[in-house]
């Protein structure tokens, strides 16, 4: 039933122009946001810019300078030439036009970070790290094009490694000075070279005799600092000792027990020891100093270079993952996997994914509920299309897997085509309920008819949508069924997929053979039209939600994309309802519209935006955040003997984000978590991701959401997939 119109019928051909003017614009628009400053970086953490300096131009032997200018949000921090325990340097690999080469970074003095027993070096707030390009009488260009790719890892409590592409054009003759204080501020804070004059260095067993001359006068007396520029050599975070004899400066330092390295010499910075703030530590002093004597035996490191309780957690965590899968296999047999999956689609009807066709189901319902005949035929055309999609789906799954690709359940969702595709088909079948259209006045009448004229086949696509809709959830006993499903042979595992989909369709299947339900429902009447409105609106929060998930796979730009083009779509269905020479004229132009923007910017709706590095989340509890996972990062956490809590998670999933803001947002339980020392992990699988994909069939599981705690000598514990806070606490206390 259309709606009633709410404005006069000759104001219909101005607002739809209207609408269609405000497309165009907005269109632009949207092709604006695809760029940006190639200058610029940005991520929560860091602030990266290319900045040059050539005030005598780019022309052979004028003084040009280029450099990369990190600002960095509060409590984060980049790293020194040398990291010190841990970390990595910033990298910067140049691409220059012929005659045109780059020289070393021009390294300010460091700070130094105490992280516990361990010390880093690097830097905090805003720090400049000035290039020289050296223009040869080869280079000819009226303007020097300079390229960069750079890398850096920014750290607070957890790290993240970032990057960037930037790049510049500096003319050649002209004049490039808007940074000037910038790379003035950065040459001022840089180490001053000068000769070591008496200064040496004499190893002994576990220590370093530092002896340094000609340190400034104005130094004398105070506390400095030692940074060695050559990493592994002393243990930046042990106590050191330090003092002076008249001029000269002396420190002893404590070997590194990894050390690996037995040099002639040492390049190293020392610098007075400044009090807490940001940028570069204050300007310091670089020296080359000669090594006297003999240095003690280095020590024997593992082939590939990591320290033996690392290696020891990956044996142990390889030899559990092996064991994993045939202990899974061996404890749950066919027959609980299919009751297990009976009952998780049976659940599978009470999840919020499958709530948006409440309304094909219950007007199905309604409108059937004096002819029995019909309610029967609907509910076997239901349950046929319901099952044969989970059979469809689940030999799909099969199928990939065979040929080698890494997915589990739910992977259609991590395509940014299908997310887009089931956001165009409920924002049609929302723009119906609520009235905009009718499919009678769209369609060639024959076509549109189909529905009244075959219940059978229309009952048939609900069950085929209701399964489109509820692949993202996971509900309970699901997971240890499909996990187990991936392992069988195909008869036996369609076979789970299919018992999932009869537990899905058995309410509605016993409902249209049991009388008792028909006469519980209203009879047909004007509530029916009103309920169909309403239920537009759950189709509308669908189709937010999809726009989130592309959000997250296609960045902003996608997500803007596909709004313009599910405008314009709604335009066009709007104005094919029209009558006369409105639906010919408006129905040509926003179809022309919608072409265009499919066009103009709808590939960036499949355009996956660079994924860089899951973001670490803070949570209600200080001190408490979520790190990005990987498989080294557990490890190394295990190897601390620190219990970790994996949330295997995606944003398509509808069940994850119901349990990440109750149980895993609750304050109390985070608190016994930070009183554990539970490490935090987050998997995010919203994009296909094969090392989360084998973490999950590692734990017997080919779906999210997935919640396991690790501890170091103990077989990984899953929890159920709808967490609740006192199973969280009880597991906690069993470590």
């Known amino acids: 039933m259309p709606l009633p119109p709410a404005r006069p019928a000759v104001l219909r051909p101005l607002i739809a122009a209207g609408a269609l003017a405000l497309l165009l614009p907005l269109a632009a628009s949207a092709q604006g946001l695809l760029g940006g400053d190639a200058t610029v970086v940005k991520t929560d953490q860091v602030r990266a810019e290319l900045m040059a300096h050539a005030p005598e131009g780019a022309t052979p032997g004028a003084k040009v300078w280029v ?27 140049w691409n220059l036009p012929p005659g045109v080469t780059a020289g070393e970074i021009a390294w300010p003095t460091p700070r130094k970070f105490p992280i516990g027993p361990l010390a880093n070096y690097g830097y905090n707030g805003t720090v400049l790290l000035p290039v020289p ?29 970032e990057e960037g592409q930037f790049s510049l054009r500096i003319p050649a003759m002209g004049s490039t000075g808007l940074n000037g204080a910038a790379f003035d501020a950065a040459f001022q804070a840089a180490p001053k070279d000068q000769p070591p004059a008496a200064s040496a260095l004499t190893p002994e ?38 003092a002076w004899d008249g001029a000269r400066w002396t420190a002893k330092l404590p070997l590194s027990a990894q050390r690996g390295d037995s040099p002639a010499e040492m390049a190293l910075v020392v610098a007075q020891a400044d009090a807490p703030g940001e940028g570069p530590g204050l300007p310091g002093v670089r020296m080359t100093v000669p090594v006297q004597g003999a240095w003690p035996p280095v020590a024997a490191l593992p082939a590939a270079g990591v320290s033996p309780a690392l290696q020891a957690a990956l044996d142990a965590n390889a030899a559990r993952a092996a064991a994993a899968p045939a202990a899974g296999a061996s404890s749950l047999a066919l027959g609980a996997a299919l009751l297990g999956a009976l009952i998780g689609g049976l659940i599978l009807n009470l999840m919020p994914c499958v709530f948006p066709v409440l ?6 319902f309604a409108k059937h509920a004096d002819d029995r005949a019909a309610h029967r035929r609907s509910g076997l055309a239901y349950t046929a299309g319901v099952v044969l999609s989970f059979l469809a789906l689940g030999g799909l799954l099969l199928a990939l897997r065979a040929a080698g690709e890494q997915l589990g359940w739910g992977f259609q969702l991590q395509s940014p085509a299908v997310v887009a595709g089931l956001a165009v088909l409920f924002t049609l079948i929302g723009l119906n309920l609520a009235g905009l259209f009718e499919f009678g006045h769209v369609l060639p009448s ?54 999932l989909g009869l537990g899905m369709a058995l309410p509605y299947l016993a409902a249209s053979w049991w009388p008792a339900i028909a006469r519980a429902l209203p009879r047909p009447g004007a509530w029916m039209a009103r309920f169909r409105q309403f239920m537009a609106f759950p189709m509308f929060a669908t189709v937010v939600w999809l726009l989130w998930v592309l959000g997250q796979q296609s960045g902003i730009d996608g997500a803007a994309a596909l709004l313009l083009l599910l405008l314009a779509m709604a335009l066009l269905a709007w104005s094919l309802g029209l009558s006369g020479k409105g639906r010919l004229v408006l129905g040509g132009l926003s179809a022309a519209a919608l072409v265009w923007l499919g066009v103009a910017v709808g590939p960036n709706v499949t355009r996956l935006q660079d994924s860089g590095t899951a973001m670490a989340s803070e949570t209600a509890v200080q001190g408490v955040s979520w790190q990005p996972w990987s498989p080294d990062k557990l490890a190394a956490l295990q190897a601390e003997g620190r219990p970790v809590f994996v949330d295997f998670t995606a944003a398509w999933c509808v069940t994850c984000q ?13 608190q016994e978590m930070a009183a554990k020392r539970v490490a935090l992990l987050r998997a995010d699988w919203t994009r296909r991701d094969p090392a989360v994909t084998a973490a999950l069939a590692q734990l017997g599981r080919n779906g999210v959401p997935v919640y396991a705690i690790y501890k170091n000598g103990q077989p990984p514990v899953v929890l159920t997939e709808i967490l609740s806070v006192a199973e969280v606490r009880s597991t906690l206390q069993g470590l």
């Open 67 to 93: 450099g990369l200018q990190l600002t960095h949000a509060p409590e984060w921090h980049t790293y020194w030439k040398n990291s010190g325990d841990s970390g990595l340097p910033t990298d910067l690999r």
């Open 133 to 161: 390009l050296t223009v040869s009488p080869e280079f000819q260009g009226q303007q020097l094009e300079v390229k960069l790719q750079a890398s850096w890892l920014v750290c607070r409590k957890e790290c993240i490694p």
């Open 205 to 242: 067993a576990g220590f370093l005799n530092v002896s340094l001359d000609a340190l400034p006068a104005a130094w004398k007396g105070r506390k400095l600092e030692f940074y060695p520029e050559p990493a592994g050599l002393i243990d930046p975070g042990a106590p050191w000792t330090q």
């Open 359 to 364: 309304a094909i189901k219950v007007l199905a």
């Open 446 to 499: 024959g076509l549109a008819s189909l529905q009244a004229r075959n219940p059978t086949a229309d009952a048939f696509l609900t069950g085929v949508l209701a399964v489109a809709v509820a692949s993202p959830c996971t509900a309970p006993f699901m997971g240890a069924s499909l996990g187990l499903a991936a392992t069988l042979p195909a008869a036996q595992a369609l076979a789970v997929f299919g018992v």
């Open 658 to 670: 119901f349990n990440k803001r109750n149980a895993l947002a609750d304050e109390g339980l985070l």
